[in-house]
T-cell receptor, first 113, second 114 residues
């Protein structure tokens, strides 16, 4: 079964540093997403991406965040200057038909110290 | 704005017991509804989904859910749970077009005792 792959599985970074979280969506999918889950809290939508542009973003997705599809296979989330409160599990997801549901990756646990 | 409420945050059942997890949403338009499961240490997996048609949907692993539009509910059911069903269960919704992000509930932590 096709999978969404995320790397790294765990990243520790110092406050103020830039991080890039990487995702390889399923190859024939056209819609891409990032979500995050702060420990003990619910999964929160960050951003959706389609046709090489952001189609929707949440209030959480401020100027510190950006997404990019640098080539035909990767989908990245960049946090420019990390804060302690950015510590969370970040999930990438992709879909070919969004109202049919998404396939999630296994997540990247980001720890900001 | 959409919101999703899952009223049971922790549920403990014995094996073979029947399960029903509540999910209510608030949104005035057409919605797509989902249940995801997250086993310990694993990623979110889609259990089942509803976007149109028969309001009773069947998913993987013997789970089913019923969309009751008048009650804005999409409760998850399983007639007989197993120890391997121990996991976190999330209800989620997005608008009818589907390209929008999912709004998740806070999740229900289900523990099945052998």
């Amino acid at each position: 079964e096709p999978e969404v792959t995320q790397t790294p599985s765990h990243q520790v970074t110092q406050m103020g540093q830039e991080v890039i979280l990487r995702c390889v969506p399923i190859s024939n999918h056209l819609y891409f997403y990032w979500y995050r889950q702060i420990l003990g809290q619910k999964v929160e939508f960050l951003v959706s991406f389609y046709n090489n542009e952001i189609s929707e973003k949440s209030e959480i997705f401020d100027d510190q965040f950006s997404v990019e599809r640098p080539d035909g296979s990767n989908f990245t989330l960049k946090i420019r200057s990390t804060k302690l409160e950015d510590s969370a599990m970040y999930f990438c997801a992709s879909s070919d038909r969004p109202n049919y549901g998404y396939t999630f990756g296994s997540g990247t646990r980001l720890t900001v110290v | 704005a959409q919101s999703v409420s899952q009223h049971n945050h922790h549920v403990i059942l014995s094996e073979a017991a029947s399960l029903e997890l509540g999910c209510n949403y608030s949104y005035g338009g057409t919605v797509n509804l989902f249940w995801y499961v997250q086993y310990p240490g694993q990623h979110l997996q889609l259990l089942l989904k509803y976007f149109s048609g028969d309001p009773l949907v069947k998913g993987i692993k013997g789970f089913e859910a019923e969309f009751i539009k008048s009650k804005f509910s999409f409760n998850l059911r399983k007639p007989s749970v197993q120890w391997s069903d121990t996991a976190e269960y999330f209800c989620a919704v997005n608008s009818g077009g589907g390209a929008d992000g999912l709004t998740f509930g806070k999740g229900t932590h289900l523990i099945i005792q052998p």
